[in-house]
């Protein structure tokens, strides 16, 4: 399953990967199309056989804080918006941890992965009042030890961290609060803690993958100690390369020996409407994880030319163009303008003959302006081109005959603006078209 690995119309952001048994399941916040705010009032789950990731079962709405048009909601005491939760398995049992916008956070249980979770209690602490941002408990992740032992993490633009009572999963221990648990970072990286916790324990070695400031990014800190001190190692994926940038929240899984790091991309050119991406990483030796590019694959290892290929798996855009949603079965690029680039990583186009051609076809739509797509290999603006389509004022379909291809390859398609004259300038700032989906054929 290419990026986004979900089907495209779902929108699950700061996506937990978690492996129960031989599933993986995804929980994350919920934004909706079209959105002016982050998430909504519900948690959705999602799950797939680690056998087979391009196929993925929905398990609907698990956890609510208004009622829906099925259930009511969970929670007594608060009706605002739902973020970022964690769920994790003690004792045969499933303990989903939940933030609320500026309520109490709280903790659900549940038989299953995919619940039904029901409220099990808000958190209970002797901690300050003010720590963990009121009671809180933004963003929370939250670690299992192999002794048993439970601990969480949390914050916003501070960062904290406590043990749960692993007798009632609930209620934060005296004497284990800290504050402060990452170090400052170096001053060549970004500023600091953001938000976005999330723990995970590696062999003998404790991970912390937050979000630093600016929050496009996904870095990471380890300790030999659970409750710290965290040392600063680096960063994992950025969001903003080339891309429309915004918050980033993921994390670490490994799934058949393979590691996989977790994140989310915006789209409709806001910071919400976010969807879930993955990529491959290595983690070395010394622990260190070297950062890895956006890429369109998702969990394939390679994308298929030869297969109709969805405009909005898109890994870099630049110039202003964005991916939108027209409805539930259709998004496109859009405010497509001159010198605007859509990039796809990677293509393996198998072992052809490069003295012969294929053909190129898109589905777009003009939008009353002359253009023209360029087709280019492996680099934005260095890159060999294989050809170009014109793009009429109301074209529904382009295509091209491109030089033959083989081998690997990014492809990026440029857009330009084909008027003439002294004011084609005006024509630079015009929507060009809107790209559906494109093709190669031998």
């Given at each position: 399953?290419?990026?986004?690995?979900?089907?495209?119309?779902?929108?699950?952001?700061?996506?937990?990967?978690?492996?129960?048994?031989?599933?993986?399941?995804?929980?994350?916040?919920?934004?909706?199309?079209?959105?002016?705010?982050?998430?909504?009032?519900?948690?959705?789950?999602?799950?797939?056989?680690?056998?087979?990731?391009?196929?993925?079962?929905?398990?609907?709405?698990?956890?609510?804080?208004?009622?829906?048009?099925?259930?009511?909601?969970?929670?007594?005491?608060?009706?605002?918006?739902?973020?970022?939760?964690?769920?994790?398995?003690?004792?045969?049992?499933?303990?989903?941890?939940a933030y609320i916008l500026n309520g109490k956070g709280c903790v659900a249980v549940a038989d299953r992965p995919e619940g039904p979770f029901e409220i099990l209690s808000t958190y209970q602490y002797h901690v300050p009042e003010e720590a963990c941002d009121q009671g809180q408990f933004i963003d929370p992740g939250v670690l299992v030890d192999d002794d048993g032992k439970v601990y969480i993490y949390c914050g916003y633009t501070r960062s904290y961290m406590a043990q749960i009572n692993e007798e009632n999963m609930y209620e934060i221990l005296d004497d284990t609060f800290q504050e402060h648990i990452l170090p400052a970072l170096p001053l060549e990286e970004p500023a600091g803690f953001f938000e976005a916790c999330s723990p995970r324990k590696i062999g003998d070695t404790y991970y912390l993958i937050y979000s630093p400031n600016p929050g496009s990014r996904l870095a990471y800190a380890t300790s030999r100690n659970p409750m710290g001190p965290f040392d600063y190692r680096g960063y994992i994926v950025d969001n903003s390369q080339s891309y429309p940038a915004g918050n980033n929240h993921g994390s670490l899984c490994q799934i058949k020996g393979q590691w996989y790091i977790f994140y989310h991309r915006m789209t409709n050119g806001t910071l919400m409407s976010?969807?879930?991406?993955?990529?491959?990483?290595?983690?070395?030796?010394?622990?260190?994880?070297?950062?890895?590019?956006?890429?369109?694959?998702?969990?394939?290892?390679?994308?298929?030319?030869?297969?109709?290929?969805?405009?909005?798996?898109?890994?870099?855009?630049?110039?202003?163009?964005?991916?939108?949603?027209?409805?539930?079965?259709?998004?496109?690029?859009?405010?497509?303008?001159?010198?605007?680039?859509?990039?796809?990583?990677?293509?393996?186009?198998?072992?052809?003959?490069?003295?012969?051609?294929?053909?190129?076809?898109?589905?777009?739509?003009?939008?009353?302006?002359?253009?023209?797509?360029?087709?280019?290999?492996?680099?934005?603006?260095?890159?060999?081109?294989?050809?170009?389509?014109?793009?009429?004022?109301d074209t529904q379909r382009v295509s091209a005959t491109v030089q033959g291809t083989s081998g690997r390859h990014a492809i990026f398609l440029v857009a330009e603006s084909a008027a003439e004259g002294c004011f084609a300038g005006m024509f630079q700032e015009r929507n060009l078209f809107d790209l559906e989906k494109f093709v190669f054929v031998k």
């Open positions: 399953m290419p990026n986004p690995y979900l089907p495209n119309w779902e929108y699950i952001p700061d996506g937990e990967p978690r492996l129960f048994g031989n599933r993986l399941y995804i929980y994350g916040s919920h934004d909706n199309p079209a959105s002016d705010h982050f998430c909504d009032y519900r948690l959705k789950a999602w799950s797939a056989s680690v056998d087979n990731l391009s196929h993925w079962t929905c398990h609907g709405d698990i956890f609510r804080t208004r009622d829906t048009r099925d259930c009511p909601a969970d929670t007594s005491w608060s009706h605002n918006l739902l973020y970022a939760p964690d769920v994790v398995e003690k004792d045969g049992r499933y303990y989903l941890y976010r969807r879930g991406c993955v990529e491959k990483v290595t983690i070395m030796e010394d622990g260190s994880i070297p950062t890895v590019e956006m890429t369109s694959l998702g969990f394939e290892e390679s994308l298929n030319p030869y297969e109709i290929t969805p405009a909005d798996i898109a890994c870099y855009l630049t110039g202003g163009c964005m991916i939108t949603e027209i409805n539930i079965f259709t998004r496109v690029i859009t405010n497509i303008k001159h010198q605007c680039v859509m990039g796809y990583k990677y293509f393996d186009f198998g072992e052809c003959n490069t003295n012969h051609t294929m053909k190129f076809f898109a589905s777009l739509r003009g939008c009353g302006c002359k253009a023209r797509l360029r087709i280019l290999l492996d680099d934005p603006e260095r890159g060999k081109e294989i050809g170009s389509c014109p793009v009429d004022t």
